[in-house]
C-alpha cells in the first residue's frame, strides 16, 4: 500500500515519545480519569508534543501502557480505514483551532477497525476531543478514548461525527474536506433513517425546523459519493453497508 502518512499531517507531527509513569500528572491523571472495561484512554500534550497519560492499552491492543506512544496508537489502524482517520482528525483540529469559545465542547467520533498486537482486527469506537486550554485560550491537552465494540459492522462506509457548540458548521466543513472518501457523517445518516422510514424531504425538513433546501443539499451529494442514481439506490445502498440497522 502506498505510503499514506505522508499525505497528513497527523502521522507526522507526533512523536514516539512515551509516557512518564513517575510524573506528577501521570499519577494525577491515573486517579481522575475514569476508564471502562475494554476501554483505551490517553491525554496528549501539544506543548509536549506527546503522551502524558495512556490506560487501557493491553487490554485492548496488547501494547503495555508505559511503552505505547501516539505514533503507535495512530499507525495501528485498518490501511482501509488510515487515510480516513488521518483525514479526519486533521481537518477537524483545523476546524477546533480555529475557534475561540468553547473549545472544550468540541469532540469527533467514528467507528474505525484498529490493528492488535498480534495483528487480528478490533471494532472500535473512537472518541477525540479537546481535555484542556491554556491561559489564553489555546488548546492545551487532547483526550482520546478507544472503546472496543464488537457488534460494529463495517461495509464500504466509514461512519463519524461531529459535536461542539458550532456543531452544523463543524459537520460541513468536515464534510467538504472529506468528500473524497467513502464516509458518512452522523446527521446525513440520520436523515437517511428519516427517508427509509417514510417521511419526505418537506416533513423531515417541518420535523427538525431546517428548510428543504437544507435537507436536499444534505442528500444529493451522497448520490454522487454513494455512485447512486436514485433515493431507493440509496437507502438499499445503506442497508448493505450496515449504515441503517
Keep these: 500500500m502506498k505510503d499514506k502518512q505522508n499525505e497528513y499531517s497527523t502521522p507526522k507531527l507526533i512523536t514516539t515519545v512515551p509516557i512518564d509513569i513517575e510524573s506528577d ?33 493491553e487490554e485492548t491492543l496488547g501494547y503495555e501502557d508505559q511503552y505505547i506512544d501516539l505514533q503507535t496508537i495512530v499507525m495501528q489502524t485498518d490501511p482501509l480505514h488510515a487515510p480516513f ?14 475557534r475561540n469559545h468553547q ?5 469527533i467520533t467514528m467507528e474505525i ?15 477525540l476531543g479537546v481535555y484542556s486550554i491554556e491561559s489564553n485560550g489555546s488548546v492545551k491537552e487532547a483526550i482520546g478514548r478507544f472503546q472496543i465494540n464488537k457488534g460494529l459492522r463495517f461495509g464500504k462506509v466509514i461512519r463519524y461525527a461531529s459535536h461542539g457548540p458550532d456543531r ?24 437517511i433513517s428519516f427517508i427509509a422510514s417514510g417521511l419526505s424531504f418537506k416533513e423531515i425538513a417541518e420535523k427538525h425546523g431546517v428548510t428543504l433546501s437544507a435537507v436536499e443539499k444534505r ?3 451522497m448520490y454522487k459519493k454513494f455512485e447512486v442514481n436514485s433515493l431507493p439506490q440509496l437507502i438499499s445502498f445503506a442497508y448493505e453497508n450496515f449504515i441503517l440497522p
Design 25 to 57: 500528572e501521570y499519577l494525577n491523571f491515573s486517579k481522575t480519569i475514569n476508564r471502562f472495561p475494554e476501554e483505551a484512554v490517553y491525554i496528549y500534550s501539544f506543548q509536549e508534543n506527546r503522551l502524558i497519560y495512556a490506560a487501557g492499552w
Design 85 to 98: 482517520a488521518y483525514d479526519l482528525n486533521d481537518n477537524a483540529v483545523k476546524f477546533i483551532l480555529s
Design 103 to 107: 473549545l472544550l465542547e468540541y469532540y
Design 113 to 127: 477497525n484498529k490493528i492488535h498486537k498480534n495483528g487480528s482486527f478490533v471494532p472500535m469506537m473512537v472518541k
Design 168 to 191: 452544523e458548521e463543524f459537520e460541513e466543513a468536515l464534510n467538504k474536506a472529506l468528500f473524497k472518501h467513502i464516509a458518512i457523517s452522523e446527521k446525513e445518516k440520520e436523515t
Design 219 to 221: 442528500i444529493r451529494p
